[in-house]
């Protein structure tokens, strides 16, 4: 589902985020990837879903050759992949459905499957009752629920989720997690940067840590393994 062959990012100043990554994640795997602040973990998913291009080295995400890839082909790209931040980055002006809805209009689905389909996701969200509501008038993790349903409305193959309960209280997390289990259950690939030590320990996955920009541990039903 997702390689890389010895990827190695350095930012423009010269900063070497990665240095010589080598990894495979397959289909339906769900991967933590843990490691102290400035590591480059944010640099390793921003490459996943093409934010940032790699310096040096080989990509394949679901099939594709990422660093090949033509300007036109890179919609096509992106409709495999949902990506979930720690800040929601919902559209403040459109509600519930809206935000939702607009991931399936980018890519110009038809619209009586953008209806039935945004209804779906919002129904397994639990908010189909906030779909009129503005993001304004959401808890935090209501928030995180409505990009959670834009995430998966298209039927991503694999989801990046950086910190997706990094502004969340434990009980909120706790709940953002278990349906993160549910959409990894019913098929999709997730890799999700985290500094939840209580998360990581407590629902057990493959343990990816990135440090100084090298993979130094990469273990299945993993712990944390940090203090903080
Ligand atoms: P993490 O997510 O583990 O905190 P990052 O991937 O954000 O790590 O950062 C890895 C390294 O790359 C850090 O030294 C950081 O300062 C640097 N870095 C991140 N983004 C940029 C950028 N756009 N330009 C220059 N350096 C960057």
Same mark, same amino acid.
């Given at each position: 589902?997702?390689?890389?062959?010895?990827?190695?990012?350095?930012?423009? %100043?010269?900063?070497?985020?990665?240095?010589?990554?080598?990894?495979?994640?397959?289909?339906?795997?769900?991967?933590?990837?843990?490691?102290?602040?400035?590591?480059?973990?944010?640099?390793?998913?921003?490459?996943?879903?093409?934010?940032?291009?790699?310096?040096? +080295?080989?990509?394949?995400?679901?099939?594709?050759?990422?660093?090949?890839?033509?300007?036109?082909?890179?919609?096509?790209?992106?409709?495999?992949?949902?990506?979930?931040?720690?800040?929601?980055?919902?559209?403040?002006?459109?509600?519930?459905?809206?935000?939702?809805?607009?991931?399936?209009?980018?890519?110009?689905?038809?619209?009586?499957?953008?209806?039935?389909?945004?209804?779906?996701?919002?129904?397994?969200?639990?908010?189909?009752?906030?779909?009129?509501?503005?993001?304004?008038?959401?808890?935090?993790?209501?928030?995180?629920?409505?990009?959670?349903?834009?995430?998966?409305?298209?039927?991503?193959?694999?989801?990046?989720?950086?910190?997706?309960?990094? %502004?969340?209280?434990?009980?909120?997390?706790? +709940?953002?997690?278990?349906?993160?289990?549910?959409?990894?259950?019913? +098929?999709?690939?997730?890799?999700?940067?985290?500094?939840?030590?209580?998360?990581?320990?407590?629902?057990?996955?493959?343990?990816?840590?990135?440090?100084?920009?090298?993979?130094?541990?990469?273990?299945?039903?993993?712990?944390? +393994?940090?203090?903080?």
């Amino acid at each position: 589902m997702i390689e890389m062959q010895d990827v190695w990012k350095t930012y423009k %100043n010269g900063t070497h985020a990665l240095r010589g990554i080598n990894i495979q994640v397959d289909r339906n795997e769900f991967v933590y990837v843990v490691g102290p602040s400035g590591a480059g973990k944010s640099t390793f998913m921003k490459l996943i879903y093409r934010e940032e291009r790699l310096s040096k +080295g080989h990509i394949f995400v679901s099939g594709f050759n990422i660093e090949k890839l033509k300007n036109r082909k890179i919609p096509y790209f992106r409709r495999n992949i949902g990506v979930i931040f720690q800040d929601y980055r919902l559209l403040p002006k459109l509600t519930v459905y809206e935000n939702v809805a607009f991931a399936m209009e980018v890519i110009e689905a038809p619209a009586k499957h953008i209806k039935k389909r945004t209804m779906e996701v919002l129904d397994l969200v639990k908010l189909k009752d906030k779909a009129s509501s503005l993001p304004s008038q959401l808890s935090g993790g209501e928030q995180q629920r409505v990009a959670i349903a834009r995430a998966i409305v298209n039927n991503p193959s694999v989801i990046v989720a950086d910190e997706p309960t990094g %502004n969340l209280d434990p009980e909120t997390s706790w +709940g953002i997690m278990k349906l993160l289990e549910e959409i990894n259950f019913r +098929g999709t690939t997730i890799i999700m940067a985290t500094h939840n030590k209580d998360i990581v320990n407590g629902m057990r996955k493959r343990v990816v840590a990135i440090e100084n920009g090298l993979i130094v541990r990469d273990q299945q039903r993993g712990e944390y +393994g940090y203090e903080d």
